[in-house]
């Protein structure tokens, strides 16, 4: 049931002053009624929208060149704004959340390596703050809808005690599109993750929705209902376009649809992997225009990005395509960390342009931080820049070199600095080339005319003096479009590659004997980090976090007391009427 609209209604809400909207809508975020937003004092502070995509390739988005699955809501946003080229994330999903959030590498929290799985004890510390914390300390109301992957085995790890006033969404790294299950795979016990929190109690969300649509419509109930008056962070960390159980990894939300509109894609795993794509892309169309209707989308960042590269084969194999660069999610290859992104807001000067600047996921906790007033000083030592300035302007970037990642179980090593980029220890995980090449003579040619008139492109085009014309979208796919030079062989790295990305983007040449000055002084870069670096978790399933005890869910299954530091098992909490569970997260921290 969604909540009243209309001023008459608000309006008697208003006089009554105790009824609020969440009490006619079943526990929706519980926000009083406001005035209609045409009649809202509006925030001088720009709202801040962040789309993640999950495991996300490369070619997987058309406007970076390739027609066979066309986003043209997703290219509406990068035309008319700024298309990051030069982007990079980490190998896998945890670690770019944690970078994203801390703006600090994930080796500084022990948070690097393999991600999470369900019911292992480790999370990002609760003593680092996060970016919804420091929003928040700015004024902002900061909603998380989607994934978290970031620790929730005590009630302090949870999104709602890290920053963020309330979250709808899954604590583990993906669940079944439908069903909304994620198994364990040591023990084979599978448990609901669909949780609706707040700052004051854990609930259980029971639907059997498609997650990509039930994400939207949760999207566009926060914008419709949010306080213009105030500033915005909201953080919608989509599900798609990874894959599910293995036993149906792709689920689409209408096959015969799926069929009919991409069934030029003769390979059916890649067809519905495409499926799974254009209805995020329909989000993004959707999103967009519940910011424009509320009257928000002129004052708004929006960001998309991914949180790391496809995975074309392997663990989680999803069928996506990160062509023509080498490797995959889990690689360090540009395949599996150089990142779909692009950024759109009213507020940039010099926008429908392609950036060929430097930049690291790390980055946007500053550069987003700036663009909402707040002194960068005050979040600490990070490794992100401020970036704000290069987006909205086009100045050159402060950053020079990043660190990809460190693997210390593994052994091996990664760095960025200016046109070169280096890989240090056996590179055993993906080290091919992979995907779809996204060309064919039997697939629709592009047509700019639908990133205009998408939903994304109408919204931008009736708040914006001027747009990005068709010839334009045409002019900035080309300049995104990377191909490589011809090559009969590629090097395998077992030591140490050194590559020249301006002239070898897909990594095929290592020029570490020709510049043996430049491994040395990458390899004491590295070094410098590792001097840091906190030992990643063991990663061990924890049998007393069985959702058995739960109601068959997954929750937070350890009461963690901070004075003697003294670990002991939640109770079984109370259930709601319909069987669901409610943890009131006073009562755990009283008891």
């Given at each position: ?10 309006a008697?809400?208003g ?101 999470l ?95 990509t ?31 599910g ?37 329909n ?29 074309t ?103 960025v ?33 639908s ?18 014309t ?26 140490r ?15 570490s ?55 002991s ?23």
């Amino acid at each position: 049931m969604k909540c009243p609209r209309s001023k008459t209604v608000c309006a008697l809400i208003g006089l009554l002053s105790v009824i609020s909207c969440a009490d006619s809508c079943s526990g929706k975020i519980n926000t009083m009624c406001e005035k209609s937003n045409e009649d809202s004092p509006r925030s001088d502070q720009p709202h801040i929208i962040t789309i993640i995509a999950d495991d996300l390739g490369w070619n997987d988005v058309s406007f970076h060149g390739h027609d066979q699955i066309p986003t043209p809501n997703i290219d509406a946003l990068a035309a008319n704004g700024v298309i990051l080229n030069r982007y990079y994330v980490q190998p896998t999903c945890t670690p770019s959340r944690t970078a994203f959030l801390t703006g600090r590498y994930p080796l500084r929290a022990g948070m690097q390596g393999i991600p999470l799985t369900t019911g292992e004890r480790w999370g990002i510390p609760v003593d680092i703050p996060l970016f919804p914390g420091h929003l928040r300390n700015l004024g902002y109301t900061t909603r998380l809808l989607g994934k978290w992957h970031l620790g929730y085995y005590t009630v302090d790890h949870v999104p709602t005690q890290r920053g963020f006033d309330s979250f709808v969404g899954y604590y583990n790294g993906y669940i079944k599109y439908f069903d909304h299950t994620i198994r364990q795979d040591k023990t084979n016990e599978t448990g609901y993750d669909l949780h609706r929190d707040d700052r004051q109690k854990l609930t259980i969300e029971r639907n059997k929705d498609y997650f990509t649509d039930f994400l939207t419509e949760e999207v566009e109930d926060v914008i419709k209902s949010h306080d213009v008056s105030k500033p915005l962070y909201l953080q919608i960390a989509h599900l798609a376009p990874h894959s599910g159980e293995p036993e149906e990894p792709l689920e689409v939300w209408n096959v015969t649809e799926v069929n009919l509109t991409l069934g030029y894609i003769k390979d059916i795993n890649r067809r519905k992997f495409a499926g799974m794509v254009t209805r995020l892309d329909n989000s993004v169309g959707r999103t967009i225009k519940a910011l424009k209707n509320a009257g928000m989308l002129e004052n708004s960042i929006v960001i998309f990005t991914t949180d790391n590269g496809a995975q074309t084969e392997g663990l989680h194999v999803n069928y996506g395509s990160n062509y023509p660069l080498r490797g995959l999610k889990f690689s360090m290859f540009d395949g599996g960390v150089r990142g779909v992104g692009c950024i759109y807001s009213p507020l940039i000067v010099n926008s429908s342009r392609v950036s060929n600047e430097l930049m690291h996921i790390t980055d946007w906790m500053p550069t987003l931080y700036s663009a909402a007033g707040g002194d960068v000083k005050v979040l600490g030592e990070l490794d992100g820049v401020d970036q704000w300035p290069t987006l909205k302007y086009g100045l050159k970037s402060p950053r020079t070199s990043l660190l990809l990642h460190v693997d210390e179980k593994f052994k091996v090593a990664g760095a960025v600095m200016g046109k070169f980029k280096f890989l240090q220890g056996n590179q055993v995980n993906y080290t091919d080339f992979y995907g779809d090449s996204g060309d064919g003579d039997n697939y629709p040619p592009y047509s700019a005319a639908s990133v205009v008139s998408s939903a994304a492109g109408q919204a931008i085009s009736q708040i914006s003096e001027s747009v990005a014309t068709p010839q334009q979208i045409i002019s900035l796919r080309l300049k995104t479009k990377m191909s490589c030079p011809p090559f009969q062989e590629y090097v395998n790295c077992t030591s140490r590659c050194l590559f020249d990305l301006s002239v070898d983007p897909c990594e095929t040449v290592n020029l570490s004997e020709q510049h043996p000055e430049i491994v040395e002084l990458m390899e004491s870069y590295i070094e410098k980090y590792q001097d840091v670096l906190v030992q990643q978790s063991s990663g061990l399933y924890d049998r007393t976090s069985s959702p058995a005890k739960f109601n068959g869910a997954w929750m937070p299954w350890i009461k963690f007391n901070h004075n003697d530091e003294s670990a002991s098992l939640l109770e079984v909490p109370q259930t709601s009427s319909a069987g669901d569970i409610i943890m009131n997260l006073r009562s755990i921290r009283q008891s």
